[in-house]
């Protein structure tokens, strides 16, 4: 009696600490599957957080955690971070609830609604789930959704982001999908020579040392291979594709953002299988040249002014003459820098070095659903 009286006073600390932790920002919690999820205390290193739900039961078995307290003492009594997780998710079929019921209850709402091109259709309410994703699969594309990056030569090229890519699944799927890497990351690297910019000779020409020999610096890249996998109509569905991303440099920080990027990227070709919701229009040429471009015109144009301004002239170029080069982490650091500093990074390694400090200098986490 006494050890079942301590478990229920221990489990109701351990609630009561995720509680706080919560309202305090100091939890992170992050869906990364349908029943996957991260979870980040403060600066701590993430823990991972999954719950099978065929082992499910009221005294929590299904709950893993990689903590060190539920290693312990679990299943039987649930870590912090494993009750953070139930709060949040505890809330957020609450909240749907409460928005269905205001819904059904709000007289104003029409008959009908319209889709992206401003026909009606009717209320999809009562239609079986699976009829209703592949409803959702099939409809256009949605532009406002669509941006813009530079590309590895001249131009730029359109890409959805993918924190976007993570939403629509979630709307179109409700949380039932995941995605999982299939093998282990490749790696590659290999030696590049160092350019820089030569004003006399209006050309890019090899960098060299003190003794005269030409400069080189480590670049490489990043393949990783996943599965995106969900559900319909009982039948579970997977779509596998190679993700890639470029780097420069040999620090650990060069790396985990290549890696990052291309975890990024492969989540997004795999999703790109399932049609135009995940930017498989993107891939058409035709599309891909005036796609996104019409949201940097001023309204003021006339038709003569219409035609795409040249993206030639769209370059990042630090002050010792190197072009960024393809990378879109670095890309989007580069033009942090500078719209923070006022003025473009002096050298590769300065971009570096001012990344790291403003990684030491975080803000502390919030909640994500």
């Known amino acids: 009696m006494q050890d079942t009286q301590d478990l229920i006073h221990a489990q109701t600390e351990r609630t009561e600490r995720a509680r706080s932790a919560i309202l305090a920002g100091r939890l992170l919690v992050t869906r990364i599957g349908s029943q996957q999820w991260t979870v980040r205390n403060g600066d701590k290193l993430p823990y991972a957080v999954s719950l099978n739900a065929s082992q499910s039961d009221s005294i929590g078995n299904g709950w893993t955690c990689t903590c060190l307290d539920f290693q312990q003492r679990g299943p039987q009594l649930l870590c912090k971070h494993i009750e953070g997780v139930r709060l949040l998710e505890t809330a957020q079929i ?12 709000n007289d104003s709402i029409p008959e009908n609604k319209k889709d992206l091109q401003g ?6 309410d009562n239609v079986p789930q699976e009829e209703n994703i592949l409803w959702k699969l099939r409809q256009p594309l949605d532009m406002s959704r669509v941006k813009r990056r530079q590309a590895p030569g001249k131009g730029t090229v359109p890409y959805l982001e993918g924190h976007d890519i993570i939403d629509r699944a979630n709307q179109i799927f409700d949380f ?13 690297r290999w030696q590049k020579k160092v350019l820089i910019w030569n004003q006399q000779e209006k050309r890019k020409i090899p960098s060299l040392d003190a003794n005269g020999n030409v400069q080189t610096e480590e670049v490489g890249i990043v393949y990783i291979t996943g599965k995106v996998t969900v559900e319909l109509d009982g039948k579970i569905i997977s779509h596998s594709d190679l993700g890639r991303c470029i ?11 290549a890696l990052a990027g291309s975890a990024t990227d492969c989540l997004k070709r795999c999703f790109r299988q399932m049609g135009d919701q995940f930017g498989n229009l993107l891939y058409d040429k035709e599309v891909t040249q005036n796609t996104g471009l019409e949201k940097t015109k001023p309204n003021n144009m006339t038709s003569s002014q219409n035609t795409p301004p040249s993206t030639s002239k769209v370059e990042r170029i630090y ?3 190197v072009r960024v080069n393809g990378n879109i982490s670095e890309q989007e650091a580069f033009d942090q820098f500078k719209e923070k500093n006022g003025k473009a990074p002096a050298s590769r390694n300065e971009l570096r070095t001012w990344l790291a400090a403003q990684h030491t200098q975080a ?4 909640v994500a659903a």
Request: proline share 8%; no cysteine; charged share 30%.
């Open 247 to 257: 780097f420069t440099g040999d620090t650990p920080e060069a790396l985990d953002m």
């Open 319 to 321: 002050v010792d003459g």
């Open 94 to 105: 609450q909240n749907r609830q409460i928005k269905e019921k205001e819904n059904y209850m």
């Open 363 to 366: 803000a502390p986490a919030t």
């Open 176 to 188: 039932g999908w995941s995605f999982e890497l299939i093998r282990e990351p490749v790696i590659v």
């Open 119 to 124: 026909e009606a259709i009717p209320q999809r």
